[in-house]
């Protein structure tokens, strides 16, 4: 919620339509009576200008003493949604504050509401507290767009009592909704990405070289007879006890270009003084955040770095201790990204780390899964994934319409498997493709829905 604070003046006061109409009424019968000397008129002509002046002074010395508190549910909302702000105002001043309008305002790009009438507030009441100086608002706001928006400060319209002047000011401070990004719905059948070619099964295998040869031991002093596995007593003819088997934590990468280092310096330019979203970029944000919950979802520990910098967050700054887990991962992964703010053309990239030679080390040990979204990169971030290429498999990644052809080339000839998104609704269509391409390259052509149940229902086989 926000700080109570006082009010503050946003604008001198103005003359509303009557005021003027007042003061252009006495101006004329100013000068009737000047120029025809009737002194008869000029009292009531000099009532019509000096009544809006009065009323101008009237509401700049009545100053409102106002504390106002903000809420809203849910406080984190994603993008399309709606959100319920709820205001509380309470009188801290010594007199009833009535007669007024009040309207929140909201950043360029949201429909706020409508201008009130705000209700009449009692005098501020510090001992026996019945709440008539307290008066509650509410209204729904639609968050069209990701980001963190600045919802307030209220702005309040004080007019005399003959309606003559008004002036607005502003009470309170704003308070910050975070707007996550659209997380689009992945095939359940390949989500998990056991299903592309195996990864979880070769994780768990790499991670646990001897987890057959564990499954069943020797019987040992202690051991509870409830874990004696009589399959393997029989074939090995000494008594076996079955090992508690214990799987690994997979990891998976998601890659985000957020340099935009390929944009021509002319277009950096010229988005200086737009104000509009990059919808490329916004779509990749999107892409990443669908494939990192989908991961969480299924298990996975998720990893979210920069293209230009594999090892750095993509939010800096962020809570980030080196991935994102279940519980509640989903839910700070949507909010940095929701954090992160569209960059300028970068002239200088990190160098990659690991390096070729690392990641080849690596990569004999166990290779996870990584996914690069890229929205407009240069060479050089080519080259980064290019040297990162030995640690994942799969290694796939989803290019927006921005990125240039020589790029995905070299991506391509260093065995990265390139998926095209044009706009959100392709989202769900590149990951599916992901098993298409798999299957494709080992010669096994499109997958049908039979074969993929069966494929879930046995032991996932490796990719080569």
């Given at each position: 919620?926000?700080?109570?604070?006082?009010?503050?003046?946003?604008?001198?006061?103005?003359?509303?339509?009557?005021?003027?109409?007042?003061?252009?009424?006495?101006?004329?019968?100013?000068?009737?009576?000047?120029?025809?000397?009737?002194r008869d008129i000029l009292l009531l002509a000099f009532v019509g200008i000096a009544m809006p002046a009065a009323a101008g002074v009237f509401v700049v010395v009545r100053t409102p003493r106002l504390a106002v508190t903000r809420a809203f549910a849910p406080p984190v909302v994603p993008a399309g949604a709606w959100t319920r702000v709820s205001l509380v105002v309470k009188n801290r001043g010594r007199r009833t504050f009535d007669g007024a309008h009040w309207r929140?305002?909201?950043?360029?790009?949201?429909?706020?509401?409508?201008?009130?009438?705000?209700?009449?507030?009692?005098?501020?009441?510090?001992?026996?507290?019945?709440?008539?100086?307290?008066?509650?608002?509410?209204?729904?706001?639609?968050?069209?767009?990701?980001?963190?928006?600045?919802?307030?400060?209220?702005?309040?319209?004080?007019?005399?009592?003959?309606?003559?002047?008004?002036?607005?000011?502003?009470?309170?401070?704003?308070?910050?909704?975070?707007?996550?990004?659209?997380?689009?719905?992945?095939?359940?059948?390949?989500?998990?990405?056991?299903?592309?070619?195996?990864?979880?099964?070769?994780?768990?295998?790499?991670?646990?070289?001897?987890?057959?040869?564990?499954?069943?031991?020797?019987?040992?002093?202690?051991?509870?007879?409830?874990?004696?596995?009589?399959?393997?007593?029989?074939?090995?003819?000494?008594?076996?006890?079955?090992?508690?088997?214990?799987?690994?934590?997979?990891?998976?990468?998601?890659?985000?270009?957020?340099?935009?280092?390929?944009?021509?310096?002319?277009?950096?330019?010229?988005?200086?003084?737009?104000?509009?979203?990059?919808?490329?970029?916004?779509?990749?944000?999107?892409?990443?955040?669908?494939?990192?919950?989908?991961?969480?979802?299924?298990?996975?520990?998720?990893?979210?770095?920069?293209?230009?910098?594999?090892?750095?967050?993509?939010?800096?700054?962020?809570?980030?201790?080196?991935?994102?887990?279940?519980?509640?991962?989903?839910?700070?992964?949507?909010?940095?990204?929701?954090?992160?703010?569209?960059?300028?053309?970068?002239?200088?990239?990190?160098?990659?780390?690991?390096?070729?030679?690392?990641?080849?080390?690596?990569?004999?040990?166990?290779?996870?899964?990584?996914?690069?979204?890229?929205?407009?990169?240069?060479?050089?971030?080519?080259?980064?994934?290019?040297?990162?290429?030995?640690?994942?498999?799969?290694?796939?990644?989803?290019?927006?319409?921005?990125?240039?052809?020589?790029?995905?080339?070299?991506?391509?000839?260093?065995?990265?498997?390139?998926?095209?998104?044009?706009?959100?609704?392709?989202?769900?269509?590149?990951?599916?493709?992901?098993?298409?391409?798999?299957?494709?390259?080992?010669?096994?052509?499109?997958?049908?829905?039979?074969?993929?149940?069966?494929?879930?229902?046995?032991?996932?086989?490796?990719?080569?």
């Amino acid at each position: 919620m926000s700080r109570p604070r006082s009010a503050r003046v946003s604008a001198w006061p103005r003359l509303t339509r009557r005021g003027g109409t007042l003061v252009a009424v006495g101006v004329l019968l100013l000068a009737v009576s000047l120029w025809f000397d009737l002194r008869d008129i000029l009292l009531l002509a000099f009532v019509g200008i000096a009544m809006p002046a009065a009323a101008g002074v009237f509401v700049v010395v009545r100053t409102p003493r106002l504390a106002v508190t903000r809420a809203f549910a849910p406080p984190v909302v994603p993008a399309g949604a709606w959100t319920r702000v709820s205001l509380v105002v309470k009188n801290r001043g010594r007199r009833t504050f009535d007669g007024a309008h009040w309207r929140d305002t909201v950043p360029d790009g949201l429909t706020g509401p409508p201008e009130a009438i705000l209700p009449a507030i009692g005098p501020y009441e510090g001992v026996l507290p019945s709440g008539d100086d307290t008066v509650r608002l509410e209204y729904r706001l639609r968050m069209p767009r990701r980001g963190v928006a600045s919802i307030g400060p209220l702005r309040v319209g004080i007019t005399d009592p003959f309606g003559l002047a008004r002036i607005d000011r502003d009470v309170g401070t704003g308070h910050e909704i975070v707007v996550t990004p659209r997380v689009t719905p992945l095939d359940a059948a390949l989500g998990s990405a056991a299903s592309i070619d195996g990864v979880v099964h070769g994780l768990q295998r790499r991670s646990h070289p001897n987890s057959d040869e564990l499954i069943a031991r020797e019987y040992r002093y202690g051991d509870p007879l409830r874990r004696v596995n009589w399959a393997a007593t029989a074939r090995r003819g000494e008594l076996m006890v079955r090992e508690e088997e214990q799987r690994g934590d997979p990891e998976a990468r998601v890659l985000l270009d957020t340099t935009l280092a390929g944009r021509p310096r002319v277009s950096s330019l010229r988005r200086e003084h737009d104000d509009g979203p990059n919808l490329a970029f916004e779509l990749g944000i999107e892409m990443a955040a669908s494939i990192g919950v989908h991961l969480l979802e299924s298990g996975f520990r998720v990893r979210c770095t920069q293209v230009a910098d594999p090892e750095r967050a993509v939010v800096p700054g962020a809570a980030y201790d080196g991935g994102y887990r279940m519980p509640g991962g989903d839910h700070t992964l949507l909010e940095d990204l929701a954090r992160l703010d569209e960059p300028a053309r970068l002239s200088v990239h990190a160098e990659p780390e690991p390096t070729a030679s690392e990641a080849r080390a690596r990569a004999r040990e166990a290779r996870a899964p990584g996914f690069a979204v890229l929205v407009d990169p240069d060479e050089q971030d080519a080259s980064n994934l290019i040297a990162l290429r030995p640690m994942f498999e799969p290694a796939v990644v989803f290019a927006m319409e921005g990125a240039s052809r020589r790029v995905l080339d070299l991506l391509e000839e260093s065995d990265w498997r390139i998926m095209r998104v044009r706009r959100p609704a392709e989202i769900g269509e590149a990951w599916a493709g992901i098993a298409l391409t798999a299957r494709a390259a080992t010669g096994a052509g499109a997958p049908s829905r039979t074969g993929d149940a069966d494929d879930r229902d046995g032991t996932p086989t490796d990719a080569s």
